[in-house]
C-alpha cells in the first residue's frame, strides 16, 4: 500500500512542489491586500444591489459585506479561486490515476506485479485526495498565518477558515472522483478530463442561474458546486451540509468504477 501512495507522490512531487508555492503566493497577496478594502463602505454599497445568482457566485448571497474578513475571502478566494485551483490539480492527478498511466503504457506492468489493478487504481485516487488535502493545507496555513497582520483575525476564527478550506478540498475531491471514474472505466483520459471539467463548469453555471431560473433549482441538490456554497463554510464552519454529501459522492463515484475496471481489457 505505501508503494503504491510513494510511487504517486513521486510522480506528483515538483507538481506539488510548485502548485503550493502558488497557492502560498495567491493566499498572501490576497491576505496583504485586504486592508485596501477593509472599512470601504462604498465598495459595500456598489455590490449590495448584485442579483441573487451572482451574488452567490462570488460568495456574497449570505448578505455579508465584501469588506468583512469573512464576506472578502469568501468572494475573493474560497468561492471560486481555490476551488478552480484544486480542481485543474486534481482533474489532472486523477485522469492519470488509472487512463493516463494506462495510455502512457506503464499501468499494464504495474499491474502484472502481485497486486490488483482495483487496488493500485483506489490508493491512487486516495494519494490524489492527499495530495489536494496539502494544498488546500498551505492555503490555510499562509492565511491564518497573516490574519493577524492583515486584519482578516476579526470576527473570523481559525476555525472557520479551515472549514473554508476543507469545503473547496471537498468540491475538488468529488469532481476528481468522477475524472478518475471516467478514466478507470473508459481507460480514455481525455474523456475524463473533458467530461469532468464540463460537469464542473455546468455546475458552477446552473449554481448562479438556479435562483432565477426555476427550472434548474432541482438540480441543486445534486450539484458540489451548491454543496459547497450554500454551506458557506467561512461562515457556518463546517456543517453537515458541507461534508455529507460530497464525500458520499466521491466514495460513490469510485465505487461505481470499480466493476468495469476489473473486468476491462487493458491491452485494447
Not at 79 to 103: H, K, Q, R, S, Y
Not at 188 to 193: F, G, I, K, Q, V
Not at 242 to 258: D, G, K, Q, R, S
Request: proline content about 6%; aromatic content about 8%; charged content about 10%.
Amino acid at each position: 500500500m505505501t508503494g503504491i501512495l510513494w510511487h504517486a507522490w513521486l510522480h506528483r512531487r515538483l507538481a506539488l512542489l510548485w502548485w503550493s508555492v502558488g497557492v502560498a503566493c495567491l493566499a498572501a497577496l490576497l491576505a496583504v491586500a485586504y486592508p485596501t478594502v477593509r472599512g470601504n463602505q462604498e465598495l459595500d454599497k456598489t455590490f449590495a444591489d448584485l442579483p441573487n445568482g451572482v451574488a452567490t457566485l462570488l460568495g456574497l448571497g449570505n448578505g455579508n459585506p465584501l469588506t468583512s474578513p469573512a464576506g472578502y475571502l469568501d468572494s475573493q478566494f474560497y468561492a471560486n479561486l481555490l476551488p478552480l485551483t484544486l480542481l485543474i490539480f486534481g482533474l489532472g492527478m486523477a485522469a492519470w490515476t488509472v487512463a493516463g498511466d494506462e495510455a502512457a503504457g506503464t499501468f499494464e506492468l504495474l499491474v502484472t506485479n502481485p497486486v490488483s489493478r482495483v487496488r493500485v487504481a483506489v490508493l491512487r485516487l486516495v494519494a490524489t485526495v492527499i495530495l489536494l488535502a496539502a494544498l488546500a493545507t498551505v492555503s490555510a496555513v499562509v492565511l491564518v498565518a497573516l490574519a493577524p497582520a492583515t486584519g482578516l483575525d476579526a470576527d473570523l476564527p481559525v476555525h472557520r477558515i479551515i472549514s473554508a478550506s476543507i469545503g473547496a478540498l471537498l468540491l475538488a475531491t468529488t469532481y476528481s472522483a468522477g475524472a478518475f471514474a471516467i478514466g478507470a472505466a473508459t481507460g480514455n483520459r481525455s474523456a475524463a478530463l473533458a467530461v469532468a471539467s464540463a460537469l464542473a463548469v455546468v455546475g458552477y453555471v446552473v449554481e448562479g442561474l438556479a435562483p432565477t431560473v426555476a427550472e434548474l433549482r432541482p438540480f441543486r441538490f445534486v450539484n458540489p458546486w451548491h454543496w459547497l456554497l450554500s454551506a458557506d463554510p467561512i461562515h457556518n464552519g463546517l456543517t453537515t451540509e458541507a461534508w455529507l454529501p460530497p464525500i458520499v459522492a466521491t466514495v460513490t463515484l469510485a465505487v461505481a468504477a470499480i466493476p468495469t475496471l476489473a473486468h476491462r481489457d487493458l491491452r485494447q
